[in-house]
């Protein structure tokens, strides 16, 4: 069972870190990412991590901004979010993958957490 949180609300500039436990370690062997859905969109991809943490990749839109890492000892995967943007307002959800690398298809990821809700003030 994953578990997101770390959301809330921030100025623009801010910064925050997501986490993503996982109690049943149903990712410890696979590949993780972050997703975000904000109101009237569809849901995209923001970042997303190998099993290991030796491959990452980001969406065009937050590179240089989100760092995503992991902590195997721990089950968790983090999400730091720095210089937040208003158009980084939107719920976000974590998800494991089926497999050991990393994804940017949402359809690659069986597992989901419930979201945590990030606002960014202007």
């Known amino acids: 069972q994953l578990q997101a949180s770390g959301g809330g609300l921030v100025q623009a500039g801010g910064s925050l870190r997501l986490s993503c436990a996982d109690s049943r370690r149903t990712f410890s062997n696979n590949g993780v990412g972050w997703f975000r859905q904000a109101p009237g969109k569809e849901r995209e991809i923001v970042a997303a991590?190998?099993?290991?943490?030796?491959?990452?990749t980001y969406s065009d839109s937050v590179k240089g901004r989100f760092t995503i890492s992991r902590d195997r000892s721990k089950n968790t995967v983090y999400l730091q979010m720095d210089n937040l943007k208003p158009e980084d307002t939107a719920v976000y959800y974590c998800a494991a993958g089926r497999g050991s690398a990393t994804s940017t298809r949402a359809s690659s990821y069986p597992y989901w957490g419930q979201g945590t809700l990030v606002t960014v003030s202007s």
């Open positions: 991590i190998s099993w290991n943490g030796g491959s990452t």
